[in-house]
C-alpha cells in the first residue's frame, strides 16, 4: 500500500509538473454593452498588459466607462476614466491613470479583426496607455493592397497573417505599432453596431455608448473552447 501510494503521489507530482497544467484555467473577460456582450480572452504572450487590465477590471475601474471614438471599418475606443461623467459636447480620449505600460509588441500577435490592443500616444517607445484600449474591426484587404499595408506597418506579413487579412480583416498598418494583448471570442456583432453609431467630428457616438459593465471569469481553457470556439495556441 505504502509502494502504491509513492507511486501515486509521484505520478500526481510530475502531472503538475507538465509546461502549462497550472494554466488550464483562464479569466474570460465580458464587456456588457446595450448591444450585447463582448467576451475576450487575454494573451500570455503579453503579461504587463494582461495583469494590467485585469487589475482594473477588479477594480471596476472600466464600469461606465464610454466606447468615446468609434471609425466603421476600423476600430471601437474605451478606456477614458473622463468619460464616465462627460458631457455631451466634452472632447474626450486624453484621460488616463497616471502611468504607461511598456511595449509588449509580439510578432504573432497582430491586427485581425477583433484584436484587442492598447491606444497610445506618439511616444517613441510606444509605451502603452494605461487604460485606453481598441477593438478592431477592420476589412479585407487584396494580395495587392497587403503590400502597402507591409510598408505602411515597416514590417512583412506571415502567410497565415495575410490569409486571415484577406479573408477576416483587420487593420494591418497598426502591426508593429501598438500592442495587440487580447483577442474577442464572442461579440463582435455588437463591436459591428457600436462602429456603426452616428458620430460627431471627433469620431465620438452621437449617444453614449458605455462598458455597463466590465468583469474576468476564471473558466477552463477546454470549456472556452468547447462554448465559445477559440483555439489556445500550445
Not at 510578432?107 to 502603452?128: C, I, M, T, W, Y
Request: glycine content about 8%.
Amino acid at each position: 500500500m505504502r509502494k502504491a501510494s509513492f507511486i501515486a503521489g509521484l505520478g500526481l507530482a510530475l502531472v503538475w509538473a507538465m509546461p502549462g497544467f497550472a494554466q488550464r484555467k483562464e479569466k474570460l473577460v465580458t464587456i456588457e454593452t446595450k448591444y450585447g456582450p463582448i467576451r475576450l480572452i487575454l494573451f500570455d504572450q503579453t503579461p504587463k498588459h494582461k495583469a494590467n487590465f485585469l487589475k482594473l477590471t477588479k477594480e471596476h475601474f472600466y464600469d461606465g466607462v464610454l466606447f468615446h471614438r468609434v471609425i466603421p471599418a476600423f476600430m471601437i475606443q474605451g478606456g477614458d476614466p473622463e468619460s464616465k461623467k462627460a458631457t455631451p459636447d466634452a472632447m474626450l480620449g486624453s484621460g488616463d491613470v497616471g502611468y504607461t505600460i511598456p511595449a509588449e509588441i509580439v510578432p504573432e500577435l497582430f491586427h485581425q479583426r477583433g484584436a484587442v490592443a492598447a491606444a497610445r500616444d506618439n511616444n517613441p517607445a510606444k509605451a502603452s496607455s494605461g487604460c485606453q484600449f481598441y477593438i478592431v474591426q477592420g476589412k479585407t484587404y487584396s494580395e495587392g493592397t497587403l503590400e502597402t499595408q507591409a510598408k505602411r506597418a515597416g514590417r512583412p506579413f506571415t502567410d497565415a497573417q495575410k490569409e486571415v487579412y484577406k479573408t477576416k480583416g483587420g487593420t494591418p498598418w497598426l502591426d508593429g505599432n501598438y500592442t495587440v494583448f487580447g483577442q474577442v471570442i464572442e461579440g463582435m456583432a455588437a463591436v459591428d453596431s457600436i462602429a456603426a453609431q452616428p458620430r460627431n467630428e471627433a469620431n465620438r457616438p452621437d449617444v453614449n455608448i458605455s462598458m455597463m459593465k466590465v468583469r474576468a471569469k476564471k473558466m477552463s481553457k477546454k470549456k472556452i473552447t468547447r462554448r465559445y470556439g477559440y483555439v489556445f495556441a500550445r
